[in-house]
């Protein structure tokens, strides 16, 4: 079930539910090694990755997390394995799990990022009653499977702390109208684009990440610059490096 974190924040804060935990871990190929490795090494290889991630695609079968692989373009990251699971631990192990393969010896660590599926009361007023349909639609939101999109985009963001624009001492109302102004402009890609935010305060570097999935990488283009003319963004928001990269079956590795 989803816990409410409502006991260590002010009046102010923002009460917010969590769900799973999210690792976006990104690999390098390091082609020296992989030339180095004989043709029954480089199989043997190519057999244990692609038997990992049919064990992560089992666990996304029986909703006890979910997984995706991208192939990422630009010379930030080759690769993303992207995992959602109930608990850091098992973050850590499906971290460890690649690393103890073969492939691991090629595929070097890159960037990564942790954090927690997250949704906020700002746009839902904590006036409003209970309703069963719209629980099992939060629900969906907090443990979601990923979407089978063929493209995905991500980036971390922070809210910024400085004089004249520090979202941190704005009153929560005024808050929570700046992120319904923000949603309603999200709410035009909406047939296009599946989004997942998560939460990283206290987890990572940056404060969120932003995962985006479409099967036009145009429409992050789109996306993104549709919503950084809102206010909440224009003024707020900081944001990090954009990894972009297209879905891959496991056997075409």
């Given at each position: 079930?989803?816990?409410?974190?409502?006991?260590?924040?002010?009046?102010?804060?923002?009460?917010?539910?969590?769900?799973?935990?999210?690792?976006?871990?990104?690999?390098?190929?390091?082609?020296?090694?992989?030339?180095?490795?004989?043709?029954?090494?480089?199989?043997?290889?190519?057999?244990?990755?692609?038997?990992?991630?049919?064990?992560?695609?089992?666990?996304?079968?029986?909703?006890?997390?979910?997984?995706?692989?991208?192939?990422?373009?630009?010379?930030?990251?080759?690769?993303?394995?992207?995992?959602?699971?109930?608990?850091?631990?098992?973050?850590?192990?499906?971290?460890?799990?690649?690393?103890?393969?073969?492939?691991?010896?090629?595929?070097?660590?890159?960037?990564?990022?942790?954090?927690?599926?997250?949704?906020?009361?700002y746009v839902v007023?904590?006036?409003?009653?209970?309703?069963?349909?719209?629980?099992?639609?939060?629900?969906?939101?907090?443990?979601?499977?990923?979407?089978?999109?063929?493209?995905?985009?991500?980036?971390?963001?922070?809210?910024?702390?400085?004089?004249?624009?520090?979202?941190?001492?704005?009153?929560?109302?005024?808050?929570?109208?700046?992120?319904?102004?923000?949603?309603?402009?999200?709410?035009?890609?909406?047939?296009?684009?599946?989004?997942?935010?998560?939460?990283?305060?206290?987890?990572?570097?940056?404060?969120?990440?932003?995962?985006?999935f479409a099967?036009?990488?145009?429409?992050?283009?789109?996306?993104?610059?549709?919503?950084?003319?809102?206010?909440?963004?224009?003024?707020?928001?900081?944001?990090?490096?954009?990894?972009?990269?297209?879905?891959?079956?496991?056997?075409?590795?």
């Open positions: 079930m989803a816990h409410e974190k409502d006991g260590a924040v002010s009046e102010q804060g923002p009460r917010t539910l969590e769900g799973w935990f999210v690792l976006h871990d990104f690999r390098r190929v390091r082609y020296d090694r992989w030339r180095a490795l004989s043709s029954s090494e480089q199989h043997t290889a190519i057999e244990q990755l692609q038997e990992l991630t049919r064990r992560h695609q089992a666990v996304d079968a029986a909703r006890r997390g979910s997984f995706g692989l991208f192939a990422t373009a630009g010379h930030k990251a080759d690769f993303l394995f992207l995992h959602l699971r109930p608990k850091l631990e098992d973050l850590i192990e499906v971290e460890r799990a690649l690393d103890q393969t073969l492939a691991g010896s090629v595929l070097t660590r890159g960037p990564s990022f942790v954090s927690v599926v997250e949704l906020s009361n007023a904590r006036s409003e009653k209970p309703d069963p349909q719209r629980q099992q639609a939060v629900q969906a939101r907090l443990f979601p499977a990923l979407p089978r999109k063929s493209h995905v985009c991500f980036y971390p963001m922070n809210k910024r702390r400085c004089e004249g624009a520090n979202w941190y001492l704005l009153p929560l109302e005024q808050r929570r109208a700046l992120m319904r102004q923000h949603g309603m402009s999200g709410k035009k890609f909406l047939d296009r684009v599946t989004q997942l935010v998560s939460g990283a305060i206290g987890l990572d570097d940056w404060e969120w990440g932003v995962t985006l099967d036009d990488p145009l429409v992050f283009k789109h996306v993104v610059t549709s919503m950084r003319f809102d206010e909440v963004s224009a003024r707020y928001a900081e944001f990090g490096p954009f990894y972009v990269g297209h879905r891959i079956p496991p056997d075409s590795l």
